[in-house]
C-alpha cells in the first residue's frame, strides 16, 4: 500500500513514494504544476556499480543502493521524464539514458543530483563508460558522449551500424561491440578512445540482440542461444554455444560465466578450452505485472546483483558456490536413457545410436566411443563392463570394455520390451503383454524362457545390487511389489503393496529397500522388516519421471529437478535443478555420482559435492500495478483488479496513508459515492463498503439468465451499472440500471441502452451510449429517477465526456473531441486531428478520459503523456505546455479540489491548478 512519512529516512524501500516541488512561473492562463509523485512500481531495466553504490534503471527513475549489505540497502530514489532504461557508473558519476535524454548525475548525501544532460536524437538502451567518454547504445547508432566537462555532457559523433540502431555494446580489449538486430555485430577500435574506428562486423546470430564480455571471452545472444566467440577486432572465431538465450553474463570464479534471460533463470556455464557444461540453473518466481524477465547482471563482492524487471532488483550470494559443483550438464544432444558404470556413462539418443563417454573426477565427461547408429536403442541396465539395451522385441548385452563394444548376445522375444535388467550374468524382461521372461546371455544367439509370477502380470521390472523387484500396477490403483533376494527368481517372493501408481518406476537398493512414487508420496518398502512400508512426510506433490536407489542412496527425477535423499535416516540432502526436461537418472553404488538422460544432453550428478549454489537473497520488492484511479470525497481509490487502495486526501490534497482493501473473485468494475467504495463483480453482484473498509450493502443484478456485467460509474450521487441481456435467447440488449446507495442499495431506475461515459453538473448529466450510438443530456434533479430529455446520434465512437458549465458546452472524446451544447446537443464544432495510436504501445483507444477545470482542458490516454489545453471558447483550444513531464504513460486521471491526480503505469502524479504548492519530502515506507 502507499505510505509516507514527513521527513527523510536513510530506510527508504525499494519502492519509494517521493513528492517533490516543482516552482515555475506563470506561463500563460492554464499552469498546472506538478507537486507530488508517488511511485508504486520500480520495474528494473539495468544496472550499475561503483565501489558499494549500486544503481538501477527502474523505468520511473533512478534508485541508489548500499551494496555492502545483504541484500543491497535501499538508500533514496529520483523520478525522471521518460523511460529510464539504461545506467552505467565510473568515478563518483553515473550516467542514465531516459528515453532520448543522456543525463550525468551523483549523489549528494542521502539524495541525487543531476549535474548535466544533453539529448542524444534516440531512444538509449545501454551505456558503457570508457574514459572521458561514454559510448550509448540508441535508436540512431552508437553514440560518442564527452563527459569530461560534467555538467556539459557533448554529443561528440553517433557510430553508424550496419542496421538502423544499436542495442547492446561490449568492451573487449581495445574493441568496442555492438549489436544491431542483424546477423551481425559491429566492431570500432577503440585504443584511442577519442577517435573509434570502424574495424568491420562478423557474423552471429540472426538477429543479434545482445552482446557482453566475461573473462576474455565475448557473448553474443538472440534471446534464444547464445554464441561464445574468442579473438579481437572483427576477427572472432566462435568456440561454443550455449543453449540458453541472455540478455546478460558476467564472469564468476575461475572459468565460471553467469547468463540471465527472458526466462528468469540464472544460470551458471564453465567455459573452458575443453569445451562448457552447464552448472547451474535457478528459476525466480514471477511477482506480476508484465517486464518477468532479467535484463542485467552485475558481480560484487562474490554477490550477484540483476535487473530483474518486474521483480526489482535480484540479488544472489555465490561465495559457496565452488568446484566440484553439483551438476555438471553437458550439451549432447536429446539421450532417451543412460546407466552410470562409475568411470564412463552409456547413454542411448532417441534418434539412434550408442554413445560411451569418460567420467572425471569432477562429473566432466569425455567422449569415447559410439556405435550402434542405425538403432534406436534404450539402455536398460549395466554392471562392471555389461550393458543391457532393448529394441522393440530384441535384448543385447555389450561388453563396453573394448573400443568399439562388442555385442555378447542378443534375444529377440514375441512381443515388445517394456521393461529389462541384469540379473547375475543373465537378465529378466518384462514384456508389453505382462509376462515376464529370464534372458541367458551364454551364448551370442540367447534364449528366452518365461517367468512363472503365480498369475501376477507385472508392468516393469528394476535391479538394485543382486536383488530384484517386479511391480504390478492393479485396477484398484495400487502397486504389488514382488521382491527377490538375490535375484533368485524360482524361490517365493516377499510381497508388498503400495496405495497408488507407482508409473515413474522403483528404486532398488540391494539392501532390502525399495522405493517408488504415488500420489501419496515417496513409499518405501523394507523387505529386511517384514515388508513395512513408510511414506516420507510432505513429498506428496512430487511427480516424478524416474526413481533409482544406489546402497541407500536414493534419487526422485521430476521433470527438471532431481532430489537426492537418504534412505536410512528418510533425509532430503539436497533438490537440483536441471533446467532441461529429463527421463532417466541411474547410479553405480559408491561412485559418488549419477547421471541425468535429458533433452540437451547428459547431466552428472556430485550428490556428495559440498559445493552450495547461489543463494537468492530477500529482497523488498512489493510492486502494485493499478490500472484505474477513482475521486471520492476527499480519498482516491487505487483499482488493480483484484484489490483497492484507498488513499485519504489532506486539506491540500495530498495523498495520505494508504488503506488496503482486498477483493474477491472476478471484478468488472468500481466505483465512489461520496466516502463509501463500491464493486461490480462479474456474477452481477454490487458490493458497498464504508470508508472503513466494512460491507454496508449489496445488491445482485438480476435482468436475464445470460446477463454481462459491462461497467458501473457514478452519476449525480447515483451509480449507473451497464448489463448486457438476452444474448442467448434473442437479440442482445443493453440497458443501464439505476441504483440508490443512500441506505440499502436498490434498482430506483432502468435506462434503455449501454452507457459508456458520463458526466454530471447541476441538475443535468450528459452520458455517451455506445448501443445505441447517442449521446443524451438528463434531468437529474431527482438522481435516482433520471429522465431523458435530449438525445441525438454521436460521432467517433466516443469514449469519454465533459461537461464545460462556463461555456454550456459538451465534449465527447473518440475518434476527435466532439463539442456539443448542453441544452439541445447541438454540434458546435470539433478539436483534435484523427486519433492516432500511440507508438509507444502504452495506451490504448479506450485509455481516454477528457476533464475541465476552468478554463483549461486535459486530455489523457490519447498519447504517451497528458495534454494540457487553454480554452478560449468551445471549439476553440489552444495546446498549453507542462510544466513537467509525466515519467511513464498515464493510464487514468481524476480532477478534484484544484488538484489533477494521474495514475502512470509506475506513479501517481499530482498536478496543480493553483501554483505551486510546498509539499514536504515524503517517501513511503
Not at 555 to 578: C, G, H, N, P
Request: with cysteine; net charge negative.
Amino acid at each position: 500500500m502507499l505510505r509516507y512519512n514527513s521527513h527523510v529516512n536513510a530506510r527508504t524501500p525499494l519502492i519509494a513514494l517521493l513528492s517533490f516541488l516543482v516552482s515555475l512561473p506563470a506561463l500563460s492562463q492554464c499552469v498546472w504544476t506538478p507537486v507530488f509523485d508517488g511511485a508504486y512500481r520500480a520495474t528494473a531495466l539495468d544496472a550499475a556499480v561503483d565501489g558499494n553504490d549500486l544503481w538501477v534503471a527502474t523505468s520511473w527513475g533512478l534508485e541508489l543502493y548500499d551494496a555492502s549489505f545483504d541484500p543491497p540497502y535501499p538508500i533514496t530514489t529520483i523520478p525522471l521524464g521518460g523511460t529510464t532504461s539504461a545506467v552505467a557508473a565510473a568515478g563518483g558519476k553515473v550516467y542514465v539514458g531516459s528515453g532520448a535524454k543522456f543525463l550525468v548525475m551523483s549523489k549528494s548525501g542521502g539524495s541525487i543530483v543531476t549535474i548535466g544532460s544533453t539529448s542524444l536524437g534516440g531512444t538509449v538502451s545501454d551505456l558503457l563508460v570508457l574514459g572521458p567518454y561514454v559510448f550509448a547504445a540508441t535508436s540512431g547508432g552508437v553514440a560518442q558522449i564527452d563527459v569530461a566537462v560534467a555538467d556539459n555532457p557533448a554529443l561528440v559523433r553517433t557510430l553508424s551500424t550496419t542496421n538502423i540502431g544499436a542495442r547492446s555494446l561490449a568492451l573487449l580489449g581495445a574493441t568496442l561491440y555492438a549489436t544491431d538486430g542483424d546477423s551481425t555485430v559491429e566492431a570500432y577500435n577503440v585504443q584511442l578512445p577519442s577517435a573509434p574506428q570502424k574495424l568491420g562486423t562478423f557474423n552471429s546470430l540472426t538477429p543479434s540482440l545482445w552482446v557482453s564480455e566475461a573473462s576474455g571471452r565475448l557473448y553474443v545472444s538472440d534471446g534464444q542461444r547464445t554464441e561464445v566467440f574468442i579473438g579481437s577486432g572483427a576477427l572472432m572465431t566462435r568456440v561454443a554455444t550455449l543453449a540458453a538465450g541472455a540478455n546478460a553474463a558476467v564472469a564468476g570464479t575461475g572459468s565460471v560465466v553467469y547468463l540471465v534471460g527472458d526466462d528468469r533463470i540464472l544460470r551458471a556455464y564453465e567455459v573452458s578450452q575443453s569445451g562448457t557444461a552447464k552448472l547451474f540453473a535457478g528459476k525466480s518466481t514471477p511477482l506480476g505485472g508484465t517486464v518477468n524477465r532479467y535484463l542485467e547482471l552485475l558481480a560484487l563482492n562474490g554477490r550477484l546483483h540483476g535487473a530483474a524487471g518486474d521483480a526489482g532488483l535480484a540479488s544472489f550470494d555465490a561465495r559457496g558456490f565452488t568446484a566440484p559443483f553439483v551438476l555438471r550438464g553437458h550439451a549432447l544432444g536429446q539421450m532417451s536413457s543412460a546407466v552410470s558404470l562409475g568411470s564412463s556413462v552409456v547413454s542411448a539418443k532417441p534418434a539412434g545410436g550408442l554413445f560411451k563417454y569418460g567420467v572425471g573426477p569432477a562429473g566432466e565427461l569425455t567422449p569415447q566411443t559410439n556405435w550402434d547408429v542405425g538403432s534406436a536403442s534404450i539402455v536398460r541396465d549395466g554392471n562392471g563392463s555389461r550393458v543391457l539395451t532393448t529394441s522393440g522385441t530384441r535384448a543385447r548385452v555389450w561388453d563396453v570394455s573394448q573400443s568399439p563394444p562388442v555385442e555378447v548376445s542378443s534375444v529377440t522375444l514375441s512381443t515388445t520390451i517394456v521393461s529389462a535388467a541384469l540379473n547375475g550374468n543373465g537378465g529378466i524382461a518384462v514384456l508389453a503383454d505382462q509376462t515376464a521372461w529370464t534372458l541367458d546371455f551364454s551364448a551370442l544367439q540367447g534364449s528366452a524362457t518365461k517367468v512363472d509370477l503365480g498369475g501376477a502380470k507385472p508392468s516393469f521390472v528394476e535391479r538394485g545390487g543382486s536383488d530384484i523387484a517386479f511391480a504390478d500396477l492393479n485396477e484398484s490403483g495400487t502397486t504389488t511389489v514382488r521382491f527377490f533376494s538375490g535375484g533368485v527368481l524360482t524361490s517365493a517372493p516377499a510381497i508388498a503393496t503400495i496405495e497408488g501408481a507407482t508409473t515413474s518406476g522403483l528404486g532398488v537398493s540391494g539392501t532390502g529397500l525399495v522405493a517408488g512414487v504415488t500420489f501419496k508420496g515417496i513409499s518405501v518398502v523394507n523387505f529386511g522388516q517384514g515388508g513395512a512400508v513408510s511414506i516420507y512426510p510432505g513429498t506428496n506433490s512430487i511427480i516424478a519421471r524416474d526413481v533409482q536407489m544406489s546402497g541407500n542412496n536414493l534419487f526422485v527425477l521430476a521433470t527438471a529437478t532431481i532430489q537426492y535423499w537418504d534412505a536410512s535416516t528418510k533425509t532430503l540432502e539436497r533438490e537440483i535443478e536441471l533446467d532441461s526436461t529429463s527421463t532417466t537418472v541411474h547410479s553405480t553404488s559408491g561412485s559418488g555420482s549419477a547421471v541425468v538422460a535429458t533433452e540437451e544432453g547428459l547431466s552428472t550428478i556430485q550428490y556428495a559435492s559440498t559445493s552450495g549454489t547461489p543463494l537468492e537473497l530477500a529482497a523488498g520488492t512489493s510492486n502494485r500495478y493499478y490500472r484505474d484511479l477513482f475521486a471520492g470525497d476527499r480519498v482516491l481509490h487505487l483499482f488493480d483488479g483484484r484489490a483497492v487502495t484507498t488513499l485519504p486526501l489532506d486539506s491540500s490534497g495530498m495523498p495520505g496513508l494508504g488503506r488496503e482493501l482486498a477483493l474477491s473473485g472476478s471484478i468488472v468494475d468500481i466505483a465512489a459515492v461520496g466516502t463509501s467504495l463500491f464493486v461490480l463483480a462479474i456474477n452481477g453482484t454490487v458490493t458497498g463498503y464504508s470508508a472503513a473498509g466494512v460491507q454496508t450493502s449489496i445488491y445482485q443484478v438480476d435482468e436475464s439468465s445470460d446477463q454481462r456485467m459491462i461497467g458501473m460509474r457514478t452519476v449525480a450521487g447515483a451509480l449507473w451499472v451497464t448489463v448486457e441481456t438476452n444474448c442467448l435467447s434473442g437479440e442482445c440488449e443493453l440497458r443501464t440500471l439505476v441504483l440508490d446507495p443512500r441506505t440499502t442499495l436498490a434498482k430506483s431506475a432502468t435506462l434503455p441502452g449501454g452507457v459508456a461515459a458520463a458526466a454530471a453538473g447541476g441538475a443535468r448529466a450528459w452520458a455517451a451510449l455506445s448501443v445505441p450510438a447517442e449521446i443524451r443530456v438528463y434531468d437529474v434533479s431527482d438522481p435516482f429517477h433520471p429522465a431523458a430529455l435530449v438525445g441525438r446520434a454521436s460521432t467517433g465512437n466516443p469514449v469519454a465526456i465533459a461537461h464545460d458549465a462556463a461555456r454550456n458546452a459538451v465534449y465527447a472524446i473518440g475518434q476527435r473531441v466532439y463539442v456539443y451544447t448542453d441544452t439541445q446537443l447541438d454540434g458546435a464544432g470539433t478539436l483534435l486531428d484523427p486519433y492516432v495510436s500511440d507508438p509507444s504501445g502504452r495506451v490504448g483507444y479506450v485509455d481516454q478520459q477528457i476533464h475541465v477545470s476552468g478554463n483549461c482542458a486535459l486530455i489523457t490516454g490519447r498519447t504517451f503523456s497528458p495534454q494540457l489545453f487553454r480554452i478560449n471558447g468551445a471549439a476553440s483550444w489552444i495546446a498549453e505546455p507542462l510544466a513537467g513531464s509525466a515519467a511513464a504513460a498515464v493510464r487514468s486521471s481524476a480532477i478534484t479540489g484544484g488538484k489533477t491526480y494521474l495514475l502512470s503505469d509506475y506513479s501517481l502524479e499530482v498536478w496543480s491548478s493553483t501554483g505551486s504548492t510546498l509539499v514536504r519530502h515524503r517517501p513511503v515506507r
